[in-house]
C-alpha cells in the first residue's frame, strides 16, 4: 500500500513539473519584521520577531543609547531619541524605526478646609507646655507624602500671638498648626479664604512670614501676599519636570475690605484677574490649577454662580479646578472647554479638619490625579474623588483624618455626631450612603 502511494506521488509530481507556469518546488516566504516602525516610552520593552525564517539572527541598534536590543530581538527604550533596529536574516538586512519618547508622572492631592475651632486649639495643648495637632493627620500621613503635589487649604491665619488664637467667628490659629501641616506632607497651602482677613493685617502678615519660612521645605504658598511684586508673581512649582501654576481666589473677606495701601494681601475672586492671570500663568507652566474659595455653604451641590464661573475658567485655560469652603463635599464634574480639553472640576472637597457636628460636614473629600508629560505635551491620565471621614471623638476632644474605606463601625459609634444632642446618625453605611447622594459614586467606583 505505501509502494503504491509513492508511486501517485511520484507520477503528480512528473504531471506537474510538465504543465507550464507551475513549479513543483514551495515558493520561497520572504522574511519579515513583526513592526517595522513603533513608539516606546522611556523603560518600556518591545519584542521584535521574524517571521518566513528560522534561526538565529543578528541584532543591532543605530543607537544603543536611545534604544538597546538583545540578542533575541528585545528592544529596550533608553533615552528619548530616534534609532534603528536591524536583524540580519541571512543575506537580508530587516529594519524596525524606533522612536523613544521620555515619559514623566506627577501625582496629586488636595484636600479642603483645614479650619480650627476654639475647642481644637485647647485641645493640642501637651503636658510639657507646647501644642501638638500631628495626631490630626497621622491616619493619611502615608498618602499625602506618597503623592508629588499635596494641597491643603489653610482656612484661617497662623499666628504666635496668643492673644489673636480664637476660634469661630474670627479665627486666629497656632503656628504649631502649620508645622504639624508640613510635618504631614503637605507642600501646597493654599490661604485665600473669607478668613484670611479676621485678625487684620497683623494676621495676614504673620500667616505669609510662616509660609515664607517654609518654602526651604518645599513648601509653596499661594492666595496671600506681602507686597505687590509678591501679588503680582504667579505661584509655580516643578515637579519631576512639569511645572504647575498654581491660583487661589477667595469670594469675600466676610464683609471686611482691604484698603489701597494693602490691596495685595489676598486675592479676590475676580473674573478679570482670574482670566488674566490663567492666561499668564499658561505662559509660564505646563499645568494651570484653579483653587477657588467659593460657593454656598452647606449646599451638597454646586450653586449656579460656581458652576458659571468654573466654565469660564475651563474656557480660559484652566487644566484643574479644585474648591473650598462650603464645608461640606459637592460633586466632582468634567467640563468641556470651548477648545475641547477635559477639565477635572472638584467644586467642594468640604472640610478637612474642623469641630462642626453638623451631620454633613463629617464627610469629605480627596482629590487624586495623575499628569503625564510625553514629548514635551502634558495630559491628566486619570482623576478621582477620594471620600474622608472627619472624625471627632464623643468626648469632643480628638480629631482625626481618615479614608471612608479605612474608618471602622467601632469608630463611628464613637463620634461625636452621634452623642443625643446632634443626633446625626453617623455610622459607615450612612457615609457611603450621603457619598453617593452628593457624587452619584458608589464604593466599588473607588477600585
Same mark, same amino acid.
Given at each position: 500500500?505505501?509502494?503504491?502511494?509513492?508511486?501517485?506521488?511520484?507520477?503528480?509530481?512528473?504531471?506537474?513539473?510538465?504543465?507550464?507556469?507551475?513549479?513543483?518546488?514551495?515558493?520561497?516566504?520572504?522574511?519579515?519584521?513583526?513592526?517595522?516602525?513603533?513608539?516606546?516610552?522611556?523603560?518600556?520593552?518591545?519584542?521584535?520577531?521574524?517571521?518566513?525564517?528560522?534561526?538565529?539572527?543578528?541584532?543591532?541598534?543605530?543607537?544603543?543609547?536611545?534604544?538597546?536590543?538583545?540578542?533575541?530581538?528585545?528592544?529596550?527604550?533608553?533615552?528619548?531619541?530616534?534609532?534603528?533596529?536591524?536583524?540580519?536574516?541571512?543575506?537580508?538586512?530587516?529594519?524596525?524605526?524606533?522612536?523613544?519618547?521620555?515619559?514623566?508622572?506627577?501625582?496629586?492631592?488636595?484636600?479642603?478646609?483645614?479650619?480650627?475651632?476654639?475647642?481644637?486649639?485647647?485641645?493640642?495643648?501637651?503636658?510639657?507646655?507646647?501644642?501638638?495637632?500631628?495626631?490630626?493627620?497621622?491616619?493619611?500621613?502615608?498618602?499625602?507624602?506618597?503623592?508629588?503635589?499635596?494641597?491643603?487649604?489653610?482656612?484661617?491665619?497662623? +499666628?504666635?500671638?496668643?492673644?489673636?488664637?480664637?476660634?469661630?467667628?474670627?479665627?486666629?490659629?497656632?503656628?504649631?498648626?502649620?508645622?504639624?501641616?508640613?510635618?504631614?506632607?503637605?507642600?501646597?497651602?493654599?490661604?485665600?479664604?473669607?478668613?484670611?482677613?479676621?485678625?487684620?493685617?497683623?494676621?495676614?502678615?504673620?500667616?505669609?512670614?510662616?509660609?515664607?519660612?517654609?518654602?526651604?521645605?518645599?513648601?509653596?504658598? +499661594?492666595?496671600?501676599?506681602?507686597?505687590?511684586?509678591?501679588?503680582?508673581?504667579?505661584?509655580?512649582?516643578?515637579?519631576?519636570?512639569?511645572?504647575?501654576?498654581?491660583?487661589?481666589?477667595?469670594?469675600?473677606?466676610?464683609?471686611?475690605?482691604?484698603?489701597?495701601?494693602?490691596?495685595?494681601?489676598?486675592?479676590?475672586?475676580?473674573?478679570?484677574?482670574?482670566?488674566?492671570?490663567?492666561?499668564?500663568?499658561?505662559?509660564?507652566?505646563?499645568?494651570?490649577?484653579?483653587?477657588?474659595?467659593?460657593?454656598?455653604?452647606?449646599?451638597?451641590?454646586?450653586?449656579?454662580?460656581?458652576?458659571?464661573?468654573?466654565?469660564?475658567?475651563?474656557?480660559?485655560?484652566?487644566?484643574?479646578?479644585?474648591?473650598?469652603?462650603?464645608?461640606?463635599?459637592?460633586?466632582?464634574?468634567?467640563?468641556?472647554?470651548?477648545?475641547?480639553?477635559?477639565?477635572?472640576?472638584?467644586?467642594?472637597?468640604?472640610?478637612?479638619?474642623?469641630?462642626?457636628?453638623?451631620?454633613?460636614?463629617?464627610?469629605?473629600?480627596?482629590?487624586?490625579?495623575?499628569?503625564?508629560?510625553?514629548?514635551?505635551?502634558?495630559?491628566?491620565?486619570?482623576?478621582?474623588?477620594?471620600?474622608?471621614?472627619?472624625?471627632?471623638?464623643?468626648?469632643?476632644?480628638?480629631?482625626?483624618?481618615?479614608?471612608?474605606?479605612?474608618?471602622?463601625?467601632?469608630?463611628?459609634?464613637?463620634?461625636?455626631?452621634?452623642?443625643?444632642?446632634?443626633?446625626?446618625?453617623? +455610622?459607615?453605611?450612612?457615609?457611603?450612603?450621603?457619598?453617593?447622594?452628593?457624587?452619584?459614586?458608589?464604593?466599588?467606583?473607588?477600585?
Amino acid at each position: 500500500m505505501k509502494k503504491r502511494m509513492m508511486a501517485v506521488i511520484l507520477l503528480l509530481t512528473l504531471v506537474l513539473s510538465l504543465v507550464p507556469g507551475v513549479d513543483a518546488r514551495a515558493d520561497e516566504i520572504e522574511p519579515v519584521l513583526n513592526e517595522t516602525k513603533i513608539t516606546l516610552e522611556t523603560g518600556n520593552k518591545f519584542r521584535l520577531t521574524v517571521g518566513g525564517a528560522t534561526g538565529k539572527f543578528g541584532w543591532t541598534s543605530s543607537d544603543p543609547e536611545v534604544a538597546k536590543v538583545t540578542k533575541y530581538g528585545k528592544v529596550i527604550a533608553v533615552s528619548e531619541g530616534k534609532a534603528t533596529i536591524t536583524a540580519a536574516v541571512n543575506d537580508k538586512k530587516l529594519k524596525c524605526k524606533v522612536k523613544v519618547v521620555d515619559v514623566k508622572y506627577v501625582t496629586i492631592m488636595a484636600v479642603g478646609d483645614n479650619l480650627f475651632h476654639q475647642r481644637m486649639i485647647d485641645q493640642g495643648l501637651q503636658s510639657g507646655g507646647s501644642f501638638d495637632y500631628s495626631r490630626i493627620y497621622a491616619e493619611l500621613k502615608d498618602t499625602i507624602e506618597a503623592a508629588d503635589v499635596r494641597i491643603i487649604n489653610q482656612e484661617t491665619i497662623l +499666628t504666635s500671638d496668643r492673644s489673636l488664637w480664637a476660634g469661630y467667628p474670627n479665627f486666629g490659629t497656632p503656628l504649631e498648626v502649620g508645622d504639624a501641616v508640613v510635618g504631614a506632607g503637605f507642600n501646597v497651602i493654599t490661604t485665600a479664604t473669607n478668613h484670611s482677613y479676621d485678625k487684620g493685617t497683623a494676621g495676614m502678615k504673620s500667616t505669609v512670614k510662616y509660609w515664607k519660612k517654609q518654602a526651604k521645605k518645599g513648601v509653596l504658598m +499661594t492666595g496671600m501676599y506681602d507686597s505687590q511684586e509678591a501679588y503680582d508673581t504667579i505661584t509655580v512649582g516643578e515637579y519631576n519636570g512639569i511645572r504647575i501654576a498654581f491660583l487661589n481666589y477667595t469670594y469675600s473677606l466676610n464683609g471686611r475690605s482691604l484698603d489701597s495701601s494693602n490691596s495685595y494681601m489676598v486675592k479676590l475672586l475676580n473674573e478679570n484677574l482670574i482670566k488674566k492671570e490663567i492666561a499668564e500663568a499658561k505662559k509660564q507652566a505646563d499645568v494651570v490649577i484653579v483653587l477657588p474659595h467659593w460657593g454656598t455653604e452647606y449646599l451638597l451641590e454646586a450653586d449656579s454662580g460656581q458652576k458659571a464661573l468654573a466654565q469660564k475658567m475651563a474656557d480660559w485655560g484652566a487644566d484643574i479646578i479644585i474648591g473650598t469652603h462650603p464645608h461640606v463635599l459637592e460633586p466632582m464634574v468634567t467640563l468641556t472647554s470651548k477648545d475641547g480639553r477635559k477639565v477635572p472640576c472638584y467644586y467642594s472637597l468640604g472640610n478637612f479638619t474642623a469641630n462642626m457636628p453638623n451631620k454633613n460636614c463629617h464627610l469629605e473629600g480627596m482629590a487624586e490625579l495623575k499628569l503625564k508629560m510625553a514629548g514635551g505635551k502634558v495630559e491628566i491620565v486619570s482623576y478621582k474623588l477620594t471620600p474622608l471621614v472627619n472624625h471627632i471623638s464623643r468626648g469632643d476632644s480628638e480629631w482625626i483624618v481618615y479614608r471612608l474605606e479605612d474608618y471602622t463601625e467601632e469608630l463611628a459609634k464613637n463620634h461625636l455626631g452621634n452623642n443625643s444632642a446632634y443626633n446625626c446618625n453617623i +455610622t459607615v453605611e450612612s457615609m457611603w450612603k450621603l457619598y453617593t447622594q452628593i457624587t452619584g459614586f458608589k464604593k466599588e467606583d473607588l477600585n
